[in-house]
């Protein structure tokens, strides 16, 4: 799918917040907390979508970016807030503390890229934080999760397609050896991976490392 398609499907989905809810069993708070828990002053968060994550961090400033106007529009009013694409960040070098990107970065069509990026825009020393879902094909978790998503997603999505995209979205996202390897390229050092239960959300914590 092309960013403008995949810009618009989430800007068309329905009752998102909630939907994050049924779709995670109510974990994507525990998983949230966890992200909040890390990072450290000023904080971009890419892919913000509603603002959820700027809406519940105290520690600093923070800006939302999202791709989407229709999903920015949606968002809570509690930041600034940028519409751009996390390939090409319209942002400064080295300004943020930590930039977190939760269940974004297997949207971006050019990772690599946009984790050049994250580079980029990070202070050294700063934090990036990975929130991601990671489906295994074989896997008895991912097989049901992909099952649920069949029955559940019709209610929150508006087309076959767009069920579909997702899936193949998780499916496709690369594993945690081969993520920490684009990380560690782009300079990123102490790469830390925690894969929540049943092993298909994983957090992914790494600090920009110039020296
Ligand atoms: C699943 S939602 C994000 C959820 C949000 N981070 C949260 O914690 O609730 C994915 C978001 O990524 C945005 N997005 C997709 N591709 C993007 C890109 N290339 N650059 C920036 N945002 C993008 C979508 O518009 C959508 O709002």
Wanted: charged share 25%; hydrophobic share 45%.
């Amino acid at each position: 799918m092309e960013k403008k398609g995949i810009a618009e499907m989430f800007s068309n989905m329905l009752l998102y917040e909630f939907r994050n809810v049924v779709f995670s069993f109510g974990q994507n708070l525990i998983w949230r907390r966890e992200l909040i828990r890390l990072s450290r002053g000023k904080l971009l968060d890419v892919g913000t979508a509603t603002a959820i994550i700027p809406s519940i961090y105290r520690r600093g400033p923070s800006v939302g970016l999202d791709i989407s106007l229709g999903m920015l529009r949606r968002a809570k009013r509690v930041c600034p807030l940028v519409l751009g694409d996390g390939e090409d960040l319209p942002l400064k070098d080295s300004s943020f503390d930590t930039l977190t990107v939760a269940f974004t970065l297997r949207n971006i069509p050019n990772k690599e890229r946009a984790i050049e990026e994250f580079y980029r825009v990070l202070r050294d020393g700063g934090r990036l934080i990975i929130l991601e879902m990671k489906l295994e094909r074989w896997n008895v978790a991912g097989i049901l999760y992909s099952l649920l998503m069949v029955f559940l997603a019709p209610l929150f999505l508006s087309s076959f397609s767009d069920y579909a995209y997702l899936l193949k979205s998780m499916l496709n996202f690369p594993d945690d050896k081969k993520l920490k390897g684009m990380l560690e390229r782009a300079g990123f050092r102490s790469v830390k991976i925690k894969v929540f239960f049943p092993g298909i959300t994983r957090l992914i914590y790494a600090r920009k490392c110039t020296g």
